[in-house]
């Protein structure tokens, strides 16, 4: 098969990505093993890599070769990246949700903010700057004073 065909399929077989990568094929099925990667199989049960498996390749790669993680700890930073897009998409779930919650009560709510008590107009929110006084008393009493020199910062 022609590297034409491959491309258009997206699908690289072992000896083809460890050529790409420069790694020992026996590193990909490591890979495998252990669960960072997983290739589709062909009929005749050859290994199939997509290009959504040569990006996870090159992560773990780079996390291996240029910063020096181990199998475990890639296996974890996978992990870890995986929850986060889980998360990330169930935010967004949420944020849809409230909006449209929202935009089906919008007329009633405007009602209740004309009704409001106190009125707020629209703007930035404001940040108020706390500040704190310290005194500073020094320790040099005069002879018959009521105490030492005081200065505030």
Do not use: C
């Not at 960072?36 to 070769?65: A, H, V």
Request: charged share 30%.
């Amino acid at each position: 098969m022609s590297v034409d065909k491959k491309a258009r399929r997206g699908k690289y077989m072992i000896s083809a990505v460890a050529e790409i990568y420069d790694i020992h094929p026996q590193t990909l099925r490591m890979y495998e093993r252990q669960g960072l990667l997983r290739p589709n199989r062909s009929e005749g049960n050859t290994r199939l890599y997509s290009s959504s498996d040569l990006e996870r390749l090159e992560f773990i790669l780079t996390l291996t070769r240029e910063l020096g993680v181990n199998l475990a700890g890639v296996e974890v930073i996978l992990n870890m990246r995986q929850k986060m897009s889980r998360l990330q998409q169930e935010v967004g779930s949420l944020m849809s949700y409230v909006r449209d919650e929202l935009l089906k009560h919008e007329s009633e709510l405007k009602g209740r903010f004309e009704q409001a008590l106190v009125r707020i107009d629209h703007g930035p929110l404001m940040v108020l700057e706390r500040t704190t006084r310290i005194t500073v008393r020094s320790s040099n009493k005069p002879a018959g004073g009521d105490g030492g020199e005081t200065s505030t910062l």
